[in-house]
T-cell receptor
Framework: NAGVTQTPKFRVLKTGQSMTLLCAQD?????MYWYRQDPGMGLRLIHY???????AKGEVPDGYNVSRLKKQNFLLGLESAAPSQTSVYFC??????????FGPGTRLLVL | DQQVKQNSPSLSVQEGRISILNCDYT??????FLWYKKYPAEGPTFLIS?????DKNEDGRFTVFLNKSAKHLSLHIVPSQPGDSAVYFC?????????????FGTGTRLTIIP
């Protein structure tokens, strides 16, 4: 039982490059979330999903896209990376009114 | 507009004493509140929660107090231990249909001094 895993752990991109962050959970959760954490800003919700095939915008969705083709996976895409997207990205799964389980994070640096 | 606020970015407490972390909110529709703890290079982990119909919830050394009229909650840790040194995030949720997401505060870094 791995819980929530994130791939990759660290990545450096040049401005304008694209990439996909993968989140996988093995707890059969319906809800999955992508957050970013920046100094002094706390955890801000980018996009979330309430079930397979569904996605919804969070607080800071611009510049990101997501897909939930399989229940266990939630992908976060950056089509054209910008330095403002330098951050630590956390995926989480689980009912927010009970417990959300977070992954270990992906550290992204955009030059 | 920050709906959940943690006004103290950092707090230092002597080992064995009480740590009190504070959180204020502005959205009166929030009906469930949670605290998460985060160590460096790890994801946050759930610590304790409280429903808006209660004013106190206790779990071992951790107690959360809710003052709805003041839109204020606090986390008490007693006695504080070195392993409690971490960043603590307050979070809130409106459980009405269509609101399936948490709103987090900016976090408070707690340092326990041995």
């Amino acid at each position: 039982n791995a819980g929530v895993t994130q791939t990759p752990k660290f990545r450096v991109l040049k401005t304008g490059q694209s990439m996909t962050l993968l989140c996988a959970q093995d707890m059969n959760h319906e809800y999955m979330y992508w957050y970013r954490q920046d100094p002094g800003m706390g955890l801000r919700l980018i996009h979330y999903s309430v079930g397979e095939g569904t996605t919804a915008k969070g607080e800071v969705p611009d510049g990101y896209n997501v897909s939930r083709l399989k229940k266990q996976n939630f992908l976060l895409g950056l089509e054209s990376a910008a330095p403002s997207q330098t951050s630590v990205y956390f995926c989480a799964s689980g009912d927010p009114a009970e417990t959300q389980y977070f992954g270990p994070g992906t550290r992204l640096l955009v030059l | 507009d920050q709906q959940v606020k943690q006004n103290s970015p950092s707090l230092s407490v002597q080992e064995g004493r009480i740590s009190i972390l504070n959180c204020d909110y502005t959205n009166s529709m929030f009906d469930y509140f949670l605290w998460y703890k985060k160590y460096p290079a790890e994801g946050p982990t759930f610590l304790i929660s409280i429903s808006s119909i209660k004013d106190k919830n206790e779990d071992g050394r951790f107690t959360v107090f809710l003052n709805k009229s003041a839109k204020h909650l606090s986390l008490h840790i007693v006695p504080s231990q070195p392993g409690d040194s971490a960043v603590y995030f307050c979070a809130a949720i409106d459980l009405n249909f269509g609101n399936e997401k948490l709103t987090f505060g900016t976090g408070t870094r707690l340092t326990i001094i041995p």
